[in-house]
């Protein structure tokens, strides 16, 4: 583990806001540089104040003899805020058939992109596409901060588990004027992504690195090509338990490795069976891999014998220390939606086994990576790639409101607005944080995740946030007996609308959990002052709570990989439903009412 950082700061020294505004104005003299030769600033129906107040000579070339102060005085003035709808037309020109190279290259950013990263399109709308170029060493420092902490490395010979896939949508391929392709770039995650990046993994070059296993990765680079979710948890729980000094669980979010854990309970006996046979078994979806991954599965009989001696120890925290004396951390985003399943992870894991968040990443951009590890919800922004700048969510929406990182002021909370290196201009994120401090070092600032901005339930005159609802489930926990996750829709079955939780737990349902809707309305009424109003006069009634059967969470990710074409252990299911297929498939699998 990394040593642990200095406590923040409330307040910046001048020599730190000095830095910090250096700091951002000469990114943005680099990104204003960079893509002002791009298709979409040329065309783009946002910016037309900011190219009329630029210096372009009769070649349209940019011309820049201010200042860094003076040019971001002028981007400041002249630069609204933007929304994904701005940039749809000009980044579907990478779909259309033919695709042109003429037609796509230096489209958002220089050149041609390395991929194309699709939104999860988990949360109700379509998937969001944003291209993905390659940086200078000195504007990608995110992503290799991102990527040093995602893969660390042991002294002791230890393993990580790493549940990346390298799955993707589909494949563009811009063409020349003879008809050829130029470049194959896949359409896929993020993480994806950024996995091909790191390992030099190509797309035209899987079938060869399909048959690779990085030396201090558990699974072989097969396993990331299974699309199937179940099966792709099965083989990454496989070679993990072949493995005795894993020390690391990556999984991205802890929802997924809470899918991983209980894939290995779930299959316990299967799994050291396979290990003791050193066969893979015939199951859907592997068949196109596995070849590469019985070549890297040797029988074993001695680790089966050890893990059967083992056994499944549930029954008291620490199984998996157990199963990995050398297990030391759980790598995973565990802040906002994806707290709640922590506590079943840690009865895994037990406690000398640490939950650490790794960054706050989006297809968008890579936004903060953790300040300190003992710390699930304080990440650090990294503002050497991006402008990122602060919009209030009690002022108007509006950009001469936007507040940058040298004068973002701790314990308020902002909407994160970036201008990317990717081509996107005071972008709006979605996502509210808090500025919990500064950096005392560096001076940048410190936050924690709140929610996504228009992520609410309304029934009537209230609109009750993605952050009260967690409230009100972590203040009744108890009640229920422990909550592993859950989501809310609204409920007309009565003639009164009215909230439905619907639940997971974490075991046997708590004593009193008859008292729980009365418990989440009080509750409610708490939080949420329109709540209190509208219920108090019928307009809302007292919420039921609706129990689903064990795994139904993570049966719904794997119904969306398998039905949406989303990547494997990176689904996240959103607290507000409101997909009538979505809330049919969960209502689908309730067993009982309170």
Same mark, same amino acid.
Request: proline share 6%; hydrophobic share 35%; with cysteine.
């Given at each position: 583990m990394d040593s642990l950082p200095p406590a923040p700061i409330t307040s910046l020294t001048p020599e730190l806001v000095q830095r910090l505004r250096e700091q951002a104005l000469d990114v943005l003299s680099y990104l204003v540089k960079t893509n002002s030769t791009t298709t979409y600033f040329k065309e783009?129906?946002?910016?037309?104040?900011?190219?009329?107040?630029?210096?372009?000579?009769?070649?349209?070339?940019?011309?820049?003899?201010?200042?860094?102060?003076?040019?971001?005085?002028?981007?400041?003035?002249?630069?609204?805020?933007?929304?994904?709808?701005?940039?749809?037309?000009v980044i579907s020109r990478f779909f259309e058939q033919p695709c042109n190279k003429?037609?796509?290259?230096?489209?958002?950013?220089?050149?041609?992109?390395?991929?194309?990263?699709?939104?999860?399109?988990?949360?109700?709308?379509?998937?969001?596409?944003?291209?993905?170029?390659?940086?200078?060493?000195?504007?990608?420092?995110?992503?290799?901060?991102?990527?040093?902490?995602?893969?660390?490395?042991?002294?002791?010979?230890?393993?990580?588990?790493?549940?990346?896939?390298?799955?993707?949508?589909?494949?563009?391929?811009?063409?020349?004027?003879?008809?050829?392709?130029?470049?194959?770039i896949p359409v896929c995650l993020l993480t994806s992504g950024l996995g091909r990046i790191e390992n030099n993994m190509p797309v035209e070059e899987d079938a060869f690195s399909a048959t690779l296993k990085i030396s201090n990765y558990s699974s072989p680079i097969a396993v990331s090509f299974i699309s199937n979710y179940k099966w792709f948890l099965f083989m990454h729980a496989l070679f993990a338990l072949v493995e005795p000094k894993l020390e690391t669980i990556n999984t991205v979010f802890t929802t997924c490795c809470r899918d991983l854990c209980r894939t290995i309970d779930d299959h316990w006996e299967d799994l050291v069976h396979c290990i003791e046979t050193g066969v893979i078994p015939d199951i859907d979806g592997i068949a196109h891999v596995k070849d590469n991954l019985q070549r890297f599965l040797q029988s074993s009989p001695d680790r089966a014998e050890e893990l059967r001696r083992i056994g499944k120890a549930t029954d008291a925290p620490g199984w998996f220390k157990q199963v990995w004396p050398q297990l030391r951390a759980i790598l995973a985003n565990a802040s906002g939606p994806f707290a709640s399943v922590v506590p079943e992870i840690q009865h895994y894991v037990g406690p000398d086994v640490s939950v650490q968040t790794v960054a706050i990443a989006s297809s968008e951009a890579y936004l903060a990576v953790v300040y300190d590890p003992r710390d699930l919800n304080l990440y650090k922004v990294i503002g050497s790639d991006d402008v990122v700048e602060f919009l209030p969510v009690e002022k108007p929406e509006e950009s001469k409101y936007l507040a940058q990182s040298w004068n973002v002021e701790t314990g308020r909370k902002y909407e994160v607005v970036l201008t990317t290196r990717d081509g996107f201009w005071r972008y709006r994120l979605g996502d509210v944080v808090e500025i919990a401090g500064f950096d005392?070092?560096?001076?940048?600032?410190?936050?924690?995740?709140?929610?996504? =901005?228009?992520?609410?339930? *309304?029934? $009537?005159?209230? %609109?009750?946030?993605?952050?009260?609802?967690?409230?009100? /489930?972590? +203040?009744?926990?108890?009640?229920?007996?422990?909550?592993?996750?859950?989501?809310?829709?609204?409920?007309? =079955?009565?003639?009164?609308? *009215?909230? $439905?939780?619907? %639940?997971?737990?974490?075991?046997?349902?708590?004593?009193? /959990?008859? +008292?729980?809707?009365?418990?989440?309305?009080?509750q409610l009424q708490k939080h949420n002052e329109n709540y209190l109003k509208d219920s108090r006069v019928g307009k809302i009634g007292v919420p039921c709570v609706r129990v689903v059967r064990p795994g139904t969470f993570g049966d719904f990710r794997e119904w969306k990989v398998r039905t949406k074409g989303a990547a494997s252990g990176q689904v996240k299911v959103p607290v507000v439903i409101w997909g009538n297929a979505d809330r049919a498939w969960l209502e689908e699998r309730v067993m009982y009412d309170i």
């Open positions: 783009s129906g946002v910016l037309p104040r900011f190219r009329a107040a630029l210096p372009f000579s009769d070649g349209s070339q940019l011309d820049l003899d201010y200042s860094a102060k003076e040019l971001f005085e002028i981007y400041h003035d002249n630069v609204g805020l933007s929304v994904y709808e701005d940039y749809l037309p003429s037609s796509v290259e230096n489209l958002m950013a220089p050149g041609l992109p390395v991929f194309i990263a699709h939104s999860s399109g988990t949360s109700g709308g379509a998937a969001k596409y944003f291209p993905k170029y390659r940086h200078p060493e000195n504007m990608s420092r995110a992503m290799t901060e991102t990527a040093r902490l995602a893969n660390p490395q042991s002294n002791n010979a230890g393993k990580n588990c790493i549940t990346f896939s390298l799955a993707y949508r589909q494949i563009v391929t811009p063409l020349d004027e003879d008809g050829d392709i130029v470049k194959h005392p070092c560096d001076g940048q600032p410190l936050i924690r995740y709140i929610e996504r =901005r228009n992520m609410h339930i *309304r029934l $009537a005159n209230e %609109v009750t946030t993605e952050t009260q609802l967690r409230d009100v /489930i972590n +203040a009744t926990s108890d009640l229920f007996g422990g909550v592993s996750e859950f989501c809310v829709s609204a409920d007309y =079955r009565q003639a009164v609308a *009215r909230y $439905a939780f619907l %639940v997971e737990l974490q075991g046997d349902p708590g004593a009193n /959990i008859s +008292a729980v809707p009365a418990a989440l309305h009080g």
